[in-house]
DNA sequence: TTCCGAAATTGCGTTTGCGCAACGTTGCGA
DNA sequence: TCGCAACGTTGCGCAAACGCAATTTCGGAA
């Protein structure tokens, strides 16, 4: 687990600050994993008896709602961790996450939890760092819910997507992993037709390139006026 | 700061397991401080340079826009900690406080923080687990945003508020603090107007009354299937 | 006690976006 | 290579909720 790993982390932004030997104690514990695109990583409600790193690849983090209803809480990027519940206090996963594409992770056993935080304030501090964005982000989610129109939403959601992890084509900056409308509609609380005919139009006006499961954006700025409620672009 | 605190404070769940010597160093850098109703204890964007533990009373946390347009995130009954923002590795507040009432605080320097947590890992955990609660509530509010109906979101702010500071009175259980028309529609993403025409169709059907920023629920029960999207009750 | 302003009510027209349904398309596995 | 299932598109009607505006009610300050 130690020399193997070192390079593969080694510009992970979670451990900077920690020396060499210090990372070959924080990875002692740990475990690499694969998991194949659609499969779960962890479920919601499941126990919570490990926590991650995705070193590569992409997770959806999925909640569904007793009466079967999904919401995607958010999308996360290689270089974060996940399913850190006890940073939180919870025993259980609140979410699912599966792999958008195949993924590479690290996994801790939740006991060395203590362990780690204690004796590696940084590594700490990176976790509740991260704790404390994902509830920035989820509250920015929340106001833009409550204040903004559908359009806006729908095109947030895909700058975002683009911004995370867009990667340059011939077609302009594509989303490197499969979206469907689906995904979008679940992303921003409406349906899979309005995204449709959203990006429908966006194409017509020559900002947004789209196909199955694949969206690249032509016209980064224009889509940003249309995130701002611009009435046209 | 000692021995007078320690009787309020007593039965403040985020004490819960501090000996009585170690609250007299919890509270040794703390002071106390009064907000008359209205007035901000923090405002969004403004340094971090204290936390707060409400001690009596009821706090607003609202975000404002860079449009003037604001979401309330939250209310804060007695008992919990607010502006914990380097909990969350941040050194400004994300949002402003404000006294629904009058309100009586502790407070601490930001300074205070790396020591109190390193020494009283109690405390600590409470505040991890207050910013966990946040996060799944806010996640929480991002489901109910996405997937229900205004009038469901609506009678759900209700019965909360009715849940964290109800007071039985003879028109059944009333929200404990003022609140308009405007405040509801600020919780859950719609306008007074909508607000106000739900108030009083559940008023003429017998599930609440309601003045001037004043509302007490009457039948929690069928206000609840409401909330559940019963098409009648 | 009176008066003023903030809060609340309510009617009406309009818009947004959903729901349904039918149809087209694409890519993968047999 | 074919066939099928998942994905995407689009037209149409409708309901939910907004926006505006006019009016009323209420409570506190003068």
Request: charged fraction near 25%; charge should be neutral.
């Amino acid at each position: 687990m130690a020399k193997l790993n070192r390079s593969l982390i080694a510009d992970v932004e979670i451990f900077n600050g920690l020396q060499d030997e210090d990372l070959d104690t924080v990875l002692e514990p740990a475990s690499a994993l694969r998991v194949a695109k659609d499969a779960a990583v962890f479920e919601q409600g499941g126990a919570a008896e490990r926590f991650f790193l995705l070193l590569d690849g992409a997770l959806r983090v999925v909640q569904t709602t007793r009466e079967g209803q999904q919401v995607i809480a958010r999308y996360i990027a290689a270089g974060s961790l996940v399913g850190i519940a006890p940073a939180i206090g919870r025993d259980t996963y609140p979410a699912s996450a599966v792999a958008a594409v195949d993924c590479v992770l690290l996994s801790w056993p939740m006991s060395a939890w203590p362990d780690l935080t204690a004796r590696f304030p940084v590594f700490a501090a990176n976790a509740y760092r991260t704790v404390g964005q994902r509830l920035q982000e989820t509250q920015d989610r929340v106001i833009e819910l409550s204040l903004a129109q559908v359009e806006q939403r729908v095109a947030n959601a895909v700058l975002r997507l683009v911004r995370q992890t867009g990667r340059k084509t011939e077609d302009g900056i594509e989303i490197d992993f499969p979206v469907s409308r689906q995904d979008i509609a679940d992303m921003t609380g409406t349906t899979l037709h309005t995204v449709s005919r959203l990006l429908s139009a966006w194409e017509s006006q020559g900002m947004v390139r789209s196909g199955r499961k694949r969206i690249s954006v032509t016209d980064p700025h224009r889509l940003m006026l249309v995130s701002q409620g611009a009435k046209d672009a």
